[in-house]
């Protein structure tokens, strides 16, 4: 038999539950992807971690890697910049900005035009401490992973807006 607080703790849970639900909140990164099932992927350097970011998250919105796709991606290399947007009072950086950007183009199959190279970035600030370079390398890295993943999501996203989907008008 359970216990009055224990059906409150769980009562409580569901309503939290219900309210996340019900203003629309939802984990970064886990909205449903609307675009093409399959893409053919074309990139400059099929092991460079940005491609590799890509491949991540074309496994997780579920769009197959085929060569007979009606849409193709041509990804370029990444680019990285990084500057030091605070320095500390002795003028050491204190803080760094960095930006990742890509090139890539989509193509529709059969499509004899020469598709228009789009650029996308993601920006990111941290913190630098001089005293704890290892752990602000490894956060660093970290950080990095993080904006390829979101690179790709947002150049993965692009291939909705192409053509119709399986036979459907699109909006």
């Known amino acids: 038999m359970m216990s009055i607080k224990s059906w409150i ?11 996340l639900a019900g203003c629309g909140w939802q984990l970064r990164g886990g909205g449903s992807y609307e675009g093409p099932k399959a893409i053919n992927l074309v990139p400059e350097d099929r092991f460079a971690p940005l491609t590799l970011a890509l491949v991540d998250a074309m496994h997780r919105s579920k769009v197959a890697a085929t060569s007979d796709a009606p849409i193709t991606l041509y990804l370029g ?9 605070a320095v500390t009072s002795i003028g050491s950086p204190a803080q760094y900005e960095m930006s990742l950007s890509a090139t890539f183009r989509y193509q ?3 499509d004899k035009t020469v598709a228009i190279p789009q650029v996308l970035s993601v920006e990111r600030v941290f913190d630098f401490d001089p005293s704890a370079t290892v752990a602000k390398s490894e956060e660093e890295n970290t950080l990095l992973e993080e904006m390829r993943l979101e690179l790709a999501q947002r150049i993965l996203r692009q291939a909705r807006h192409l053509a119709p989907l399986d036979g459907q008008a699109q909006p």
């Open 9 to 19: 703790h769980w009562c409580s849970l569901g309503l939290l539950w219900l309210v």
């Open 77 to 85: 290399d990444e680019e990285l910049q990084k500057r030091v947007v």
């Open 108 to 110: 529709l199959h059969g």
